[in-house]
Every structure is written in C-alpha cells, then in structure tokens.
C-alpha cells in the first residue's frame, strides 16, 4: 500500500499500550505522520512511544530514520534541518496523531 510502515494490531498494541481494535487488522501509518523528538508530548489526539534510531538516509530534502520500537521497525520521514539531527543509537520519542493511524482489516 505504498509507503506506509505496516504493523500487526496486536504488536501496535502492544506499543502504545493500549487495546483499540479486532486482532486480524494492520495499522497503516505514513513516515511523514510521525514526529520525533527527545522529549515526550503527550498529547491527547497522539500516541506517543520510544524507539532507538538504528539508522537514518538522506533522501533529497528528507532524512529517513528507522527506528527499532521493541519488536518493530518503524520508518519516520522528516525534513532535512540542520538542526534537528538525530544520531543512531539515539532514544526518541515518536508521536503520531491518532487519526493518521489506518486500520486496516485483513
């Protein structure tokens, strides 16, 4: 389904730590839809989560940075900013408004 990171429902779940939905479903969320930082924000339309930078791309104007979030990698597209580059091995804080996550029943 294009670029969309893919994730069980069950291991979303467990991510955000919070039961939303049947078993058989995936979320579908877009790398752009994802804010990093290193601090959290806690929202209340967002569910944020920590994950570990194992690598990050240049792509033109976009930085790509993969993220280990427990037993997922999770792929966050963000603006190339001088000033907000994250290192690998780095802990952040992902944030991702809850309307931007697809459920998508299998």
């Excluded at 429902?9 to 930082?37: C, D, K, V, W």
């Excluded at 290192?87 to 931007?100: F, M, Q, Y």
Aim: proline fraction near 4%.
């Amino acid at each position: 389904i294009g670029s969309y990171n893919q994730i069980p429902l069950p291991q979303f779940a467990r991510i955000i730590g919070e039961n939303i939905g049947s078993s058989g479903a995936i979320i579908a969320i877009r790398p752009e839809t994802i804010a990093l930082s290193r601090e959290r924000t806690q929202k209340n339309d967002s569910y944020d989560f920590q994950g570990n930078v194992i690598e990050s791309s240049l792509r033109g104007n976009v930085i790509r940075y993969s993220l280990q979030v427990q037993d997922a990698v999770i792929h966050v597209d963000v603006l190339f900013r001088s000033f907000t580059r994250f290192d690998d091995h780095e802990s952040l804080w992902l944030t991702v408004p809850k309307r931007d996550c697809l459920m998508i029943e299998a």
